[in-house]
């Protein structure tokens, strides 16, 4: 439906201009049917003057009457002929205000009850009418005559063809009440004794008071009745299909609707701190306050916010409370996940405007991934291992820029010794990684050689981006000459065939970032393959 209202004076206006155009069609088609009125009465009459005794015709008994008939015989040929563009008229005012499923089932119902009238019209003109005519004239003997006059006939077959066409709307009515879910093909069929019922005292009131015109109209509709049984059933099956994938389809549209909403309020939430550094922490749930690495978290918490971080967490209890209860409120991002158990927001976070709980998983850890500038992991169950290996495969391929990656564990802990070992012993010697890639993430056991590792990797290097193929290192400070020819020497594997490392200043293309013009650059012609390598150059960058 349009999202737009009309007044009601705008909706008037609109249903005062399709009432004119309905009867100037009515009058345009009344005029011609004038010109052509003899024709349309002699076909009117053919079936009965076909039965009436040779020589016989109809008459009229007032001066006026033949007059007044064509007049009105003409009249209704209009409305007749004109009737699809009334229906289009009724259309056009109507279908603004239905929905889209709405019109998928109003469409063809017009057209099929448009059909079914001419069809109930042509059965009562071709097959009614002459089984009629010749049951009345049969009661005419010598003595009496017929004598039909033609204002009595026109209004009787009007009123017959009227009676059929309407009539015939009962399957399109049915069809069209079933897929609209008001019957069923088994409530049909259930009581088709009250139908048939209803069929012949329709009949009965709608025809002559003859047995015949009664019959020949309620044995079609009978047929009707069944022949709409078996169609609804087809239509139910083919409605299931459609209904199962239209229900697919609003699943598709309602989880992109909701994507949309979570990433926008993400911005919303962390855009005014977009220039202030934040460290996201990961761990379990389940750890007690009295663990070790619970209080290392609440202690990492402190000393972040100390150097002017900003922590984001996933808002739950256990290490990411930690977190948050050393970091403060003020200091503190949460990005929570609605789960039936275990995930409600901490205390320190609730109530929180930077707080955010998710829907979907992969909004939150786009959150978790894009707006980090660090990612420390303390032992956790699956979700810390995903997000892991998440940034792991990130960083590794190239989807997310260099950032450290930091594994903690309590000083006489085992459980990414384990983790390390399997990746060794495993995907380093089974060609699954290489060398490098342990550059990507360190391993540490104490909180200052987290905050040291994060503090290192921001010592010279502050960010880069690509500017048309070529890697722009944004740094602090600049690096004389010398340092820069050491890295080109000792990284020249990483750079394209005849490529190097060159001081720059801001290019045109970072225009859009001039809040980091005045930083120097390293233009380096990477070759986007050895990420753990570009870690490595951070490094070596970070060190002179």
């Known amino acids: 439906m349009a999202d737009k209202k ?311 209890p256990g290490i990411m409370q930690a977190v948050n209860e050393g970091a403060g409120p003020k200091h503190s991002f949460g990005v929570n996940i609605r789960l039936p158990f275990e995930q409600k927001t901490n205390p320190v976070l609730k109530g929180n405007p930077r707080l955010i709980v998710y829907k979907y998983f992969f909004n939150r850890k786009v959150a978790f991934i894009k707006e980090a500038h660090a990612i420390v992991l303390f032992p956790g169950g699956f979700g810390t291992l995903d997000e892991a290996m998440e940034t792991l495969t990130l960083v590794q391929t190239g989807k997310r820029d260099p950032l450290p990656l930091i594994l903690v564990d309590e000083p006489a802990g085992t459980y990414w010794f384990h983790y390390l070992q399997f990746f060794k012993d495993k995907l380093l010697k089974e060609g699954y990684i290489g060398n490098s890639d342990f550059d990507l993430f360190e391993c540490v056991t104490s909180v200052e050689d987290v905050m040291e590792r994060i503090n290192h990797f921001y010592r010279r290097y502050h960010s880069l981006r690509y500017v048309e193929g070529q890697l722009v290192m944004r740094l602090t400070s600049p690096l004389d000459r010398e340092s820069i020819q050491r890295l080109r020497e000792g990284f020249s594997d990483i750079l394209i065939a005849g490529g190097g490392i060159a001081h720059s200043v801001s290019l045109p293309a970072e225009a859009d970032e001039p809040e980091l013009a005045g930083l120097p650059r390293l233009i380096v012609d990477f070759d986007r393959k050895n990420f753990g390598r570009l870690r490595s150059l951070i490094n070596a960058i970070n060190s002179f």
């Open 6 to 316: 009309l007044p009601l004076s705008a909706h008037l206006e609109e249903l005062r201009k399709r009432i004119l155009y309905a009867l100037a069609s009515v009058g345009i088609a009344f005029g011609v049917s004038y010109v052509f009125i003899r024709q349309i009465i002699d076909f009117l009459m053919r079936p009965l003057v076909n039965t009436l005794p040779q020589g016989s015709s109809l008459i009229f008994t007032a001066v006026p009457e033949a007059f007044f008939t064509f007049l009105k015989a003409a009249l209704l040929a209009g409305v007749f002929f004109s009737a699809p563009f009334i229906l289009y008229q009724l259309w056009a005012f109507v279908s603004p205000g239905l929905y889209s499923r709405e019109k998928k089932y109003a469409m063809p119902y017009l057209f099929m009850s448009s059909a079914f009238f001419l069809l109930g019209a042509a059965f009562c003109y071709f097959v009614v009418f002459p089984a009629v005519f010749r049951f009345f004239l049969s009661f005419a003997t010598d003595s009496i005559r017929p004598l039909p006059a033609i204002k009595e006939y026109l209004t009787f077959t009007i009123k017959l063809l009227l009676a059929f066409g309407l009539l015939f709307q009962w399957p399109p009515l049915i069809l069209f009440l079933s897929r609209m879910g008001v019957v069923s093909p088994e409530t049909l069929a259930k009581n088709r004794k009250y139908a048939i019922l209803v069929i012949f005292v329709i009949a009965a009131v709608v025809t002559p008071p003859d047995l015949v015109s009664q019959i020949l109209l309620a044995g079609p509709l009978m047929a009707m009745y069944e022949g709409s049984i078996w169609m609804a059933k087809i239509f139910r099956k083919k409605e299931k299909a459609e209904g199962q994938e239209e229900k697919e389809d609003k699943a598709d549209l309602k989880l992109m609707n909701t994507t949309l909403k979570e990433m926008r309020f993400t911005s919303k939430v962390f855009g005014p701190y977009k220039n202030v550094r934040k460290i996201t922490v990961f761990g379990s749930a389940r750890t007690k306050p009295d663990d070790e690495v619970y209080r290392m978290a609440r202690l990492l918490g402190r000393r972040i916010a100390e150097a002017g971080y900003m922590v984001i967490t996933g808002g739950g």
